[in-house]
């Protein structure tokens, strides 16, 4: 079965510091990983996924198979990035489709 | 541009009650999927349907059911509910079957049994 871990509940940094949201996975197969953003008060959002190798707002996430982990990280932390943080993995078989998302981490960044 | 739609925002049932949620994706979107939030976790996916057919089914008793209409709307049912079906459903839409797109959610509707 797939399973999404992210180790902490909360990350707490000051503005212009380094951020790294951590996000590791189970899954037998050739992974498919998102990162999803809920802002306050707005919906859940997609932020970005591995395959496209992407910078969105300054984050980027490496999928390291080895590790099989799935970082986000941002080298300066703005306060508008404070939100909750979802992980997530996408697994397609035949015909059924699944999205598996881990807890989420709360960001939250001080001034 | 309207985004996907859920109704209603807040409902509150008792126990063995039933309940019908009800989401309208995003015009032009096929594929509708809902999730479960429950407090302090991540959304838990419960099924997926693409043109009017299942596509994915989560870990979820038979007391959950859903549909997808010709607009391609759909409706989330819970039969017999239970305390533990308290939380945040979310419904989401994508063009295809795919989530290689991105998965665009409705505000979600809170649902609380007592």
């Known amino acids: 079965a797939q399973r999404v871990t992210q180790p902490e509940k909360l990350l707490s940094v000051f503005k212009g510091a380094p951020v790294e949201l951590k996000c590791n996975y189970s899954y037998s197969g050739s992974p498919e990983l998102f990162w999803y953003v809920q802002y306050s008060r707005q919906r859940l959002q997609l932020l970005l996924r591995?395959?496209s190798r992407e910078s969105i707002k300054g984050f980027t996430a490496d999928l390291n198979k080895g590790e099989t982990s799935f970082h986000l990280k941002k080298p300066f932390a703005q306060e508008e990035d404070s939100a909750m943080y979802y992980c997530?993995?996408?697994?397609?078989?035949?015909?059924?489709?699944?999205?598996?998302f881990g807890k989420g981490i709360t960001l939250s960044v001080r001034p | 541009d309207a985004g996907v739609t859920q109704s209603p925002t807040h409902l509150i049932k008792t126990r063995g009650q039933h309940v019908t949620l009800r989401c309208s994706p995003i015009s032009g979107h096929k594929s509708v999927s809902w999730y479960q939030q429950v407090l302090g976790q991540g959304p838990q996916f419960i099924f997926q349907?693409?043109?009017?057919?299942?596509?994915g089914r989560g870990n979820f008793p038979d007391r959950f059911s859903a549909r997808q209409f010709p607009n391609y709307s759909s409706e989330l049912n819970v039969n017999a509910l239970l305390l533990g079906d308290s939380a945040l459903y979310l419904c989401?839409?994508?063009?295809?079957?795919?989530?290689?797109?991105?998965?665009?959610f409705g505000n979600g509707t809170r649902l609380t049994v007592t």
């Open positions: 591995h395959i």
């Open positions: 349907y693409y043109e009017k057919e299942e596509r």
């Open positions: 997530a993995t996408h697994r397609y078989t035949g015909a059924n489709s699944k999205l598996t």
């Open positions: 989401a839409s994508t063009p295809g079957p795919f989530y290689n797109s991105p998965l665009h």
